[in-house]
């Protein structure tokens, strides 16, 4: 499970909780503050609980920047941590800040749940549908992003894609990285969710297996779609698949929940999930995409031999205006 | 205040919560986990709560140790805190661990409390006693310790204390650091404490100016005894007052309660806290001393200039079995 759940001493209640912390992956510290608490979220909405009771800011100064650095940045972390948490509907009421070596940004995030906020990870069924809310490739892109000024790197891409689509391809990750999975959270109850995850440092498939082996039926994922930030895929197969991108285990930061939805919801779910998106701002829902299928099966999650590339274009691109995102048809194989 | 509280949707209950991550300080990993744990669960003690309903542990391995230290060394830190937190009627039930270049060990703890759990701290009044759970000079005996190695270091303070006395208050810091706060929590209620704080990093009198400027009568503290681990009274004289002990800034880690409480109760709780220490084992209450009172005035802390120094000796030495803690009729100038 992605939170501790915690039986309380008092009437049917229980407390829910998961913590997280990394180092900085991105340049702009305002929204390293955002992703960092998009990410600590993350494991509550994987759980369809929507609200936060409070939220603790685990931090690291760096002994290595000087005064002014640190007086620029921090703040900037902080800041974007605390709007994000506003977003979802809580604060930051505490927390710990130490001086070490690297920046550590983090968080606790903690609610106490009556049992029908929660929509427990085990009940997928054959026939299930598989749905992820936001495109892979958030890895990829940071790292082509640091290659635009290290030649010999760029060299091994620069025949796949430009400096301005990975600049844009950056700009989308760190977006989506930023946006809190709760309205994914609020329609898995409107929607009926079986049981979901988010997909974080172990990849889509990773994430997929542990929640398949999860599950109370014996059931299989099989992933046919892989929705990816536009022209990763490519940079990840001139890279020699190092990222191993399309086989599923290329890791994702504050990545997207990955739903099962009975077949008859999942459309549905996407199509809603869009207009959300397009109405909101810059932590708006985004999108979702049918990427497969729950079969009778042995507890284990795998990837169709040729997945189909759903390239997703960056926002505010020309080609995001095209109706790329909740396909309402998906090729199922 | 020591924890945040939030107060919850559900019947009146509320969240406390408290997190703690620092830096070892001992170089024995087992006692490194239980003190980290104790320096956790302290904030919840502080405020009368005896409970708590989920530990998380936050951990990082430096990156700097070999394989074999790392299995070696690592499991005795989680076994440390999960014993401590065992001990506190309670569990580690997650966390995050990170590769780092500096060893991180710390926590949170969380309960879901009703209203009479906590007891606030902001309700001291004139005629009150001060009183404090664990004797001064961690930090001291910490570094003294190190300093058995540096011929240096060694000299400002060979003349003033010996080798085995600077192991043994070595020894009696890490007890001490590592015993729970749970014990004095439980006796606030029993004795009606009308307030507390921990004493960790800002001494005990920076945290004795914190808890006056809380409260909610114009009162001020005056602590005139300061029980101190034997001899790190003198050795810190010796190093012209770098620690500030006698100062009462003298940083401290996992520190005890620092305790208002009726006058008429000072004593009572003191003696019931020592009959528990000395039933106790390893992670047993200790002590308790009385350190000052609560007059009227502009809710700040102070020192008197010529404080009573009160040696504690180490447990298991032969003074250890002389009435020095828990006295009964402190004199209070």
Chains 1, 2 share one sequence.
Not at 141 to 157: G, P
Not at 284 to 302: F, P, Q, S
Request: net charge negative.
């Amino acid at each position: 499970m992605d939170c501790c759940v915690i039986p309380l001493r008092h009437g049917g209640l229980s407390l829910v909780q998961t913590t997280d912390f990394f180092y900085p992956l991105v340049d702009d510290p305002y929204m390293m503050g955002r992703i960092a608490c998009a990410n600590v979220l993350s494991d509550l909405y994987a759980m369809g609980i929507t609200e936060c009771d409070n939220m603790l800011m685990l931090l690291s100064v760096s002994q290595k920047m000087n005064d002014k650095d640190r007086e620029r940045v921090m703040p900037l972390i902080i800041q974007g941590f605390r709007d994000a948490a506003e977003e979802g509907g809580t604060s930051v009421t505490g927390g710990q800040t130490v001086i070490n070596p690297w920046i550590i940004v983090g968080g606790v995030a903690s609610v106490v749940c009556q049992p029908n906020e929660v929509i427990m990870p085990d009940g997928a069924v054959p026939g299930d549908v598989l749905v992820l809310t936001k495109p892979l490739g958030t890895q990829v892109a940071v790292n082509a992003h640091q290659w635009l000024d290290q030649t010999e790197r760029w060299n091994k891409i620069k025949l796949v894609v430009t400096k301005e689509e990975v600049r844009e391809a950056y700009q989308e990750a760190m977006f989506s990285m930023a946006t809190l999975n709760r309205t994914a959270a609020g329609l898995m109850h409107k929607f009926q969710a079986h049981a979901a995850t988010d997909v974080t440092g172990f990849g889509l498939l990773g994430h997929a297996h542990n929640l398949a082996a999860a599950q109370r039926s014996e059931v299989a994922f099989v992933i046919h779609n892989l929705p990816v930030i536009a022209k990763m895929a490519a940079i990840s197969k001139a890279c020699g698949n190092m990222f191993n991108l399309i086989q599923g285990t290329s890791a994702e930061t504050s990545g997207g929940l990955l739903v099962c939805l009975p077949r008859e919801q999942a459309a549905k779910f996407c199509s809603e999930m869009k207009s959300q998106g397009s109405a909101g701002g810059q932590g708006a829902a985004g999108g979702a995409w049918i990427i497969g299928i729950v079969e009778k099966g042995d507890r284990r999650a795998r990837i169709i031999e040729k997945p189909r590339i759903i390239e997703v274009p960056p926002r505010g691109s020309p080609a995001a205006n095209q109706d790329n995102s909740a396909s309402p048809a998906p090729s199922l194989s």
